[in-house]
C-alpha cells in the first residue's frame, strides 16, 4: 500500500468539519450552515484517495484489486456495527411500519445506496429527517459511489498522459454544471445525486493532481491560509438550509477547503 506524507493540517480541517456538523445538528441556529462540513470532507476525501493513486499509478503498482480491498477494511467494521446497532434497536423499540422502512434503510446501506432511497423518499408525506437513525449515511454512499469508478477514470486518463488535465477539468465542470442546473429545477435531485457532488471530490483530486505535478515548488502562504479560514467560517455562517444548496453555495465550503490544503 502506498502512503502520502502525513498532514496535520488536513486532520484539522477534519476536525473542522466534524465539529461543523455535530454543531449544527445541536444547535442549528447557532451554527446554520454547519451541514456543510460535509462538503468539506468531500474535498478532503477526493485529494487523498487521488493522491495515493497517482502515487501508485506512477509507480506502476496500482492495483484496483488492493485499492477495493483497502476501502472494505476500512468501511465496513464501522458500517457493519452501526447497521447492527440500528437494526437492535429498531427491533426493540420500533413500531412495525417503521421498522420495516429502517429495515429498508439498512438493506441500501449496505450498499452504498442510502442517498437514493432518501431521494425518492423525499416528498411532502415524507418523514422528518429526525425519525431516520440513518440519514447521515446519504453522504458515505456518495463517497463510495465516487470510489467505484474514480479509479478506472484516472486509469482511463493516465494513459493519454497531454489529455489528463483537460479531462480532469471537463469531468469536474461537467459535475457543477449539472449541480447548478438541478439547483434552479429539483433541489432533491441537487442534494442526493451522485452526479451533482461528484464535482465537490474531483476537485480535491485536481488539486491533488496540481500538487503532484508542482512537487516541491508550491510556497506555504499564511495569506492563503487566512483566506481559506475566512471562507469556510463565511460558509458555515452564511449558508442555511433555506438556501438553494448545493448549487453555487457549495463553491464556498469547497474552495475554503482546497485553498487550506493548498496553502499547507
Known amino acids: 500500500m502506498s502512503n502520502i ?8 480541517l477534519r476536525a473542522f468539519a466534524v465539529s461543523s456538523v455535530l454543531i449544527f445538528h445541536a444547535f442549528p441556529s447557532v451554527l446554520p450552515g454547519g451541514f456543510v462540513g460535509v462538503d468539506v470532507f468531500f474535498v478532503i476525501s ?14 506502476e503498482t496500482f492495483s484496483f484489486s488492493d485499492f477495493y480491498a483497502r476501502r472494505i477494511k476500512r468501511i465496513f467494521p464501522a458500517l457493519i456495527t452501526v447497521l447492527t446497532s440500528s437494526y437492535v434497536f429498531g427491533w426493540l423499540y420500533l413500531f412495525n411500519e417503521d421498522f420495516r422502512r429502517l ?46 469508478v474514480w479509479p478506472f477514470v484516472l486509469w482511463t486518463f493516465w494513459r493519454i498522459k497531454t489529455a489528463r488535465w483537460p479531462l480532469l477539468l471537463v469531468a469536474t465542470a461537467s459535475s457543477f454544471a449539472w449541480n447548478m442546473y438541478q439547483a434552479q429545477v429539483d433541489l432533491t435531485h441537487d442534494f442526493y445525486s451522485p452526479l451533482t ?17 508542482k512537487a516541491g515548488t508550491t510556497p506555504t502562504t499564511g495569506f492563503i491560509s487566512v483566506l481559506a479560514l475566512m471562507v469556510l467560517l463565511s460558509a458555515i455562517s452564511l449558508i442555511s438550509s433555506d438556501k438553494q444548496f448545493p448549487g453555487a453555495w457549495a463553491l464556498l465550503p469547497v474552495l475554503g477547503a482546497a485553498l487550506l490544503i493548498y496553502a499547507s
Open 197 to 213: 457532488r461528484f464535482w465537490e471530490l474531483s476537485s480535491g483530486a485536481i488539486l491533488a493532481f496540481y500538487l503532484k505535478e
Open 103 to 148: 429495515g429498508s434503510h439498512i438493506l441500501r446501506a449496505s450498499v452504498f445506496l442510502s442517498n437514493f432511497i432518501l431521494w425518492r423518499e423525499a416528498g411532502y408525506f415524507d418523514n422528518a429527517a429526525e425519525t431516520k437513525p440513518l440519514l447521515h449515511l446519504w453522504s458515505l454512499g456518495i463517497e463510495e459511489q465516487f470510489y467505484i
Open 5 to 12: 506524507a502525513y498532514r496535520p493540517d488536513i486532520d484539522g
Open 46 to 59: 477526493g485529494f487523498l484517495i487521488s493522491s495515493i493513486i497517482f502515487k501508485e499509478i506512477d509507480a
